[in-house]
């Protein structure tokens, strides 16, 4: 497997900025792999990659058939999507817009990824937005051994899912998203 960290980020109300902020923040010695769930309509995904691309080093693809991870990339999931191993390489395979409740689904991203073996380092980071989404998949991800980075409520523009994701995931890290963003280049090593 040629992925050394998975990062899965979820963010719904106020999450592009934030993602925006993450993203930027990124240089050219990132080794980990990101995988972004925005509560958006698929439509305006493509719109959403233009904006990132303007200011991101790292390459960025939108999900809209399965695809291959690779390090050092960032993938934004246009739909539902999954994670899964097959045949040594980890893929995303979309699954849909319709039938979830939003899209794309943050728990069943962050699911899946508690799924994976044990011994590729993963963290699902849950960004500010409504509702409860992520936090489910949390969990999972959590008991599976994946690590959990959750905003918070001072940081947060919405502090609905950061809120719902740290009730049920209780040894989840809590943090600001001036510090999720060092916590992120650390995990994709930016500083090895």
Not at 14 to 25: A, C
Not at 49 to 56: A, C, N, R, T
Request: charged share 15%; with cysteine.
């Amino acid at each position: 497997m040629t992925i050394s960290s998975l990062i899965l980020i979820g963010a719904s109300t106020g999450g592009p900025g934030r993602i925006y902020s993450i993203l930027s923040s990124l240089d050219s010695r990132f080794r980990g792999t990101i995988v972004i769930a925005q509560h958006m309509s698929a439509s305006f995904i493509p719109s959403f990659i233009h904006q990132l691309q303007s200011v991101v080093i790292l390459p960025i693809e939108g999900v809209t058939q399965p695809t291959i991870l690779q390090k050092g990339k960032i993938y934004i999931c246009s739909v539902t999507t999954r994670v899964h191993e097959q045949s040594g390489e980890l893929w995303l395979h979309p699954m849909g817009e319709e039938g979830y409740s939003y899209n794309p689904q943050i728990d069943i991203l962050f699911a899946s990824a508690a799924e994976l073996s044990p011994r590729l380092k993963r963290m699902g980071v849950i960004l500010t937005g409504i509702g409860d989404d992520g936090a489910l998949g949390s969990l999972a991800l959590y008991e599976s051994g994946g690590d959990c980075l959750f905003e918070s409520e001072a940081s947060a523009i919405v502090y609905g899912m950061p809120r719902r994701a740290k009730e049920l995931v209780c040894n989840g890290n809590v943090a600001s998203i001036g510090e999720i963003i060092e916590q992120i280049k650390t995990y994709g090593g930016s500083y090895v």
